[in-house]
């Protein structure tokens, strides 16, 4: 028959442990502010031209991933609550490409 | 009403996580919106004429500030340290406040000096909208805070034990953040950056 | 019976209400059955008024050139029919199945959110008066169900119908995004132990799929909706094509909300019918596996097909072809369901009562609307179609023969659940077939003037057109099928006052809802069932286990209390939105008392601590 997973991932209460220490909260701002810093320095190079573009949406998804894996903790929590977010994420960033594409704009 | 719940996941914080990624869909809307328009109708005033990048990114660098200062309440909470709780928590709806008032800044900033409305054109509508939007769900985010703020100085209703209340906050609070991250790339910096071939 | 005052920053003292009666059970209600109950009744006394917005339409266009309402008047009644039926019948309709049955399918005593689910239910009431109200405020929206921007900004339509459209819509929204987000938690957090997803009943995995898409779609539909009233209101521009905004910008929100919205509506009604097929042909269903997955397949692409509603609005034969193709997919896993259905049925023991008679209405009646949807996949064909009553034809067999005949075929079988008392057979029998040949003599001919080129949403048509016979047939029939929807409304009433006594398990059924009495405690379950199959209770009565009596004392189990608050966050709502409309002091009243409301709620504990 149809196995069970859901059911034997039992356990209750578990949003207080399994945290980071509050020092890890402060590498992680550390690596945002420099990743900031770093997306206005890259800002000022003109020379790069459209390649911006990639260049900065890696240091913003890179500082969007960092924001939710730590500081939302969804890095230490159940994995279900990261699909949850991350179907809402995904479809809305297909959705709305696809429909600025309709729009053409990447032409 | 039983405690346990098939997941294991409390009831409150899956419903918490299933609202942001329905507002996922809300904010790619509303910038898919800002994008679609970018370049289009009266030109005359855009990003180039009104942005002052090193502005926004002190704005910016509030508002992630305001983050770590969240987690920090959250971690001392749980380790029921209400005093360094309580200064985190006021240190986190201050650096939210002065975010809102950066913004409101820039807002006065645009319409009074640079003559920048809704009504002026399509940038100056879908720029509005769009970080307005985003402005209010800062602003529910800093009554939010303030209420729980408020709940632990005077109902001694906030302890370890409903760390849970505030954690749903946190993530409220630190949602708003990523939004912003997206925003200041996608309309500050692309808006202004000097190297686009015109 | 203590009652202890709620502590709010000023002097507001309300008392939790302990055992209310009457009138203010009812207000105060959080327990599942009763919303079921109130959701379903004020959805259908909506779906009557919508019937009614159809009878006149069917009746100014019973003949060439009548001038029974103005022309005005007549595009405020199309509007208001289509919004009715979808956003006030329909999808609440679904709501009140969704209420009332989930929490029984899954073993649980209650929703995950209990007050949540009493807010989704004020605020749809809320919703629902303003967008009635409009008829009495100096005119209803008049731009269709779909509102294309421009022609809903304040330059081609000043009046306050719009107002009325957006601000209802979004209370709406509100509701029915509050109602999804409960029942996603309920679903995936409430199950009994055992019951895994893959032994869910079908009606649940629609449920909650059709949640999902909800909570996805509604967003894109509310970013839309505070453009469009940005517009109006404070004079922007995003639909101003003055400052050169793009009119197609407006058609492409609405519809990437639009068409998963069609599966919201029409996925619980399949639910519906997946669980009525296997009971009364005594069979399980038929590929269960692949009901869910073709049910998943279908959410999911409706997300990648929304331009088909846009074919002639000159998308160029790129997109046109990738949304051709992408619309003809979704037939593949809609006919899986189709022959899974079927193959329920094949062999199997039919008893051709009223909710079978419906189901299978439902299936042929929604055989008809897919294939005439299919034709118009087809982007070549539909430049023919877009805009006739070939449309028109195409979503009534979908929406009436589908959606509407799986709700009553749900009606009628979850009846005694629901009231404790068996229907009138003979009455419910007549009530089919009054609306089945109805349906399709009302339906049918618009395929016929739809292809002789008979547009959509005029009011009247010159009688050279040669149009005139079908319309009078057409608008004959439509009083059938409101002759048969009085028959169903007479049976109701009889059958709750004076049917005859229905025991738990009328049907033999297969769901946990039927291992219970009927009407359900309010507990609904005395000892949390243990599943250890799909169709569990019905595997364990082949067992024939004498059920042991349970030692549970019904006093010992804890249920949430009611509370005033959900009512008074939905009124709050309602004020700010009749604020919008009319005057922005209002409206921040009405924000002022959802912040004050939300709060009293946050700080009352679900149970009172020393109230048993």
């Known amino acids: 028959m149809v196995s069970n997973k859901n059911n034997k991932t039992k356990k209750s209460g578990s ?68 699909y949850v977010f991350m179907s809402g994420l995904i479809l809305a960033v297909v959705v709305i490409m696809w429909l600025m594409a309709l729009f053409g704009w990447f032409n | 009403m039983s405690d346990e719940t098939t997941t294991g996941i409390d009831n409150r914080k899956l419903l918490m996580w299933v609202f942001l990624g329905s507002d996922c869909m809300f904010f790619a809307s509303l910038i898919g919106t800002y994008l679609i328009y970018k370049g289009t109708g009266n030109l005359d005033i855009g990003p180039v004429d009104v942005f002052d990048i090193p502005t926004t990114s002190v704005s910016t660098f509030v508002l992630l500030m305001s983050s770590m200062s969240m987690v920090f309440a959250y971690a001392y909470l749980v380790r029921n340290n209400i005093n360094a709780f309580r200064i985190w928590m006021v240190s986190t709806i201050i650096m939210g406040a002065t975010f809102l008032g950066f913004q409101v800044f820039e807002f006065s900033e645009f319409y009074f000096h640079y003559d920048l409305s809704p009504q002026t054109n399509l940038f100056g509508t879908t720029f509005y909208a769009l970080t307005g939007t985003h402005g209010l769900h800062v602003t529910v985010g800093v009554v939010w805070l303030a209420i729980i703020f408020y709940s632990s100085l005077f109902r001694n209703s906030v302890s370890a034990e409903t760390n849970l209340d505030l954690d749903l906050a946190a993530l409220y609070w630190h949602f708003v953040d990523i939004v912003w991250i997206v925003i200041f790339a996608v309309v500050y910096l692309f808006g202004t950056f000097p190297g686009f071939p015109s | 019976m203590t009652s202890i005052p709620l502590k709010l920053p000023f002097k507001l003292n309300l008392s939790r209400p302990t055992n209310p009666t009457g009138v203010m059970d009812w207000i105060t209600t959080i327990d599942h059955k009763k919303i079921g109950i109130l959701y379903g009744v004020t959805a259908f006394i909506m779906f009557i008024t919508g019937g009614i917005e159809a009878l006149l339409i069917r009746t100014q266009l019973a003949g060439p050139e009548l001038k ?7 595009n405020q009644l199309f509007t208001m029919h289509a919004t009715t039926m979808i956003f006030l019948g329909v999808m609440p309709l679904s709501a009140a199945f969704f209420n009332y049955i989930i929490p029984l399918q899954i073993g649980a005593r209650d929703v995950a959110f209990p007050r949540l689910n009493a807010f989704s239910y004020w605020t749809f009431l809320f919703g629902a008066l303003i967008m009635k109200s409009s008829w009495f405020l100096g005119g209803s929206p008049n731009a269709g169900w779909f509102g294309y921007a421009p022609i809903t900004t304040t330059t081609f339509n000043p009046g306050n119908g719009i107002d009325f459209w957006i601000v209802g819509l979004q209370v709406l929204g509100i509701a029915s995004l509050a109602a999804s987000f409960n029942f996603i938690v309920t679903i ?63 058609q492409h929100l609405f519809w990437i909300f639009g068409h998963p919205e069609v599966y919201i509506l029409i996925l619980p009604a399949m639910g519906i019918v997946s669980e009525i097929l296997p009971t009364f042909s005594k069979k399980p269903v038929f590929g269960y596996a692949a009901m869910v997955l073709a049910a998943a397949f279908i959410a999911f692409m409706g997300w990648l097909v929304w331009s088909h509603h846009m074919f002639t609005t000159g998308l160029g034969p790129i997109a046109n072809s990738v949304f051709t193709i992408t619309t003809m997919l979704i037939a593949v896993p809609t006919g899986v369901k189709m022959f899974n259905w079927l193959g329920t049925m094949w062999g199997g023991d039919i008893e051709f009562n009223t909710p079978v008679l419906f189901s299978v209405g ?161 507990y609904n379950f005395l000892d949390v069932p243990k599943v250890e199959s799909l ?13 042991v009596k349970s030692k549970t004392n019904p006093k010992s189990i804890h249920l949430p209390q009611a509370s005033y608050w959900p009512m008074l966050v939905s009124l709050g709502l309602a004020i700010a939105g009749y604020g919008i409309i009319y005057n922005l002091v209002v409206c921040g009243i009405g924000l002022a008392m959802v912040l004050v409301t939300v709060c009293a709620w946050s700080w009352e504990p679900v149970n009172e601590p020393d109230a048993h």
């Open chain 1, 15 to 82: 949003h207080d442990h399994n945290h980071p220490e509050p020092i890890t909260y402060f590498k992680v701002a550390m690596a945002l502010v420099a990743l900031t810093a770093l997306e206005v320095v890259v800002f000022y190079f003109e020379w790069l031209g459209y390649a911006i573009i990639p260049v900065m949406a890696i240091l913003s998804i890179g500082k969007f991933g960092i924001v939710v894996m730590y500081y939302m903790h969804l890095k230490f929590d159940e994995k279900l609550l990261t």
């Open chain 3, 68 to 74: 029974i309402v103005a022309p005005d008047v007549y």
């Open chain 3, 188 to 250: 995936i957090n409430m199950r009994a132990p055992g019951l895994s997803f893959m032994r869910l009943p079908l009606f649940t995995w629609m449920t909650f799929i059709t949640a999902i898409l909800l909570v996805l779609a509604f967003p894109v539909i509310t970013v839309a909706l505070i453009e469009l009233m940005l517009d109006r209101t404070f004079d922007f521009n995003f639909f101003n094509t003055k400052a050169g905004a793009n009119p197609l910008l407006w």
């Open chain 3, 362 to 522: 439902f299936l042929s009646m929604f055989l008809i609307g897919g294939i005439s949807g299919v034709m118009h996949s087809f982007s070549a064909s539909d430049y023919q179609q877009q805009d006739t009553y070939f449309i028109v034809a195409h979503i009534h067999y979908v929406l009436f023969g589908g959606a509407i005949f799986a709700i009553f075929a749900g009606i009628y079988y979850w009846f005694p659940k629901f009231t404790g008392r068996m229907y009138d057979e003979k009455l419910g029998k007549q009530n089919f077939w009054l609306m089945f040949i109805g349906q399709n003599i009302t339906f049918f001919p618009m395929h016929f003037v739809g292809m002789q080129g008979m547009p959509r949403r005029i009011f009247t048509y010159d009688s050279e057109m040669g149009w005139a016979f079908w319309n009078g047939v057409e608008s004959f029939a439509a009083y059938v099928v409101a002759f048969g929807v009085l028959l169903f409304i007479i049976n109701m009433i009889k059958s709750w006052i004076s049917g005859p006594k229905a025991d738990g398990d009328p049907w033999d059924g297969r769901t946990l809802e039927w291992s219970i009495s009927s009407p359900p405690p309010v």
């Open chain 3, 535 to 547: 169709d569990d209770f019905w595997h364990k009565k082949q067992k024939k286990n004498k059920s």
